[in-house]
């Protein structure tokens, strides 16, 4: 038996890689897993009640609307 | 040999500039970054509305501001003066042991949590003024009141005191 090419049988040559070349075939396998889980993993993190927190402010949050009257600390 | 006086070391400050006489004076806060951060919170609970004020009147008043708005500032450093002044009249020890820390520390909160809960609990107590950090997540506890502060370097144990929340004590009470 030939050592099988990934482009022709690409699950028989996975079987294969994982037995015969186990550090190639996991390295793989865990590297692709962070950018598949980006999509996926934050919708279950919000089904299971997570909260994302609110972005923290990176200058000062001035209020809307009108000014108030204030008094006390004055001259 | 110079001939000119100094004007700025670590004993004077010659303000060589001074402000005109028809501007009121007002002196500074006088408390170094440590005491400020330590204060913080409480300045925020209790000066909000001035230094709301202050800013708003800088956003209306583009480019003009620090001209235009002068009273307002006047009255944003007076009121963290008088907590400063307030947390100094009845929680001297505790502002003191919680700023030292900071200042031991690297002024990393999360490094002086159970002094943080003793002040805070004095200056709730004695000047009902209390530490909140706006927009935390409401499914995690906030982060001031963990008793595992997975960043700090001394693991916080028995002995150094409990969390300190108003509302939580109150309904520890009922």
Not at chain 1, 12 to 30: D, G
Not at chain 2, 39 to 56: L, T, V
Request: glycine share 6%.
């Amino acid at each position: 038996m030939s050592t099988p090419y990934f482009w022709a049988t690409p699950l028989r040559y996975c079987r294969w890689a994982a037995r015969e070349r186990p550090a190639l075939f996991w390295s793989v396998i865990i590297g692709a897993a962070g950018p598949l889980a980006m999509p996926i993993v934050p919708p279950i993190r919000y089904y299971f009640g997570d909260i994302e927190p609110a972005p923290v402010p990176v200058t000062y949050p001035v209020p809307n609307g009108p000014r108030k009257q204030l008094s006390g600390y004055d001259d | 040999m110079a001939t000119r006086r100094s004007h700025f070391h670590q004993q004077v400050l010659v303000d060589t500039t001074p402000l005109p006489d028809d501007v009121p004076a007002v002196k500074e806060v006088g408390a170094s970054s440590a005491p400020l951060l330590s204060a913080s919170f409480f300045i925020g609970a209790r000066c909000r509305d001035y230094n709301d004020d202050y800013m708003q009147c800088k956003t209306e008043k583009a480019g003009r501001g620090e001209f235009d708005c002068m009273k307002e500032g006047r009255r944003v450093t007076r009121c963290a003066q008088s907590v400063i002044k307030d947390i100094n009249t009845h929680c001297l020890a505790e502002f003191r042991r919680h700023w030292e820390c900071l200042d031991d520390r690297n002024q990393q909160l999360w490094q002086c949590r159970p002094a943080e809960w003793k002040l805070n609990k004095c200056v709730y107590e004695n000047l009902k003024l209390e530490k909140k950090i706006p927009d935390q997540p409401a499914n995690v506890t906030p982060v001031e009141l963990r008793p595992k502060q997975i960043f700090a370097d001394v693991r916080i144990g028995p002995g150094d005191g409990k969390p300190f929340a108003p509302s939580q004590s109150n309904a520890a009470k009922q």
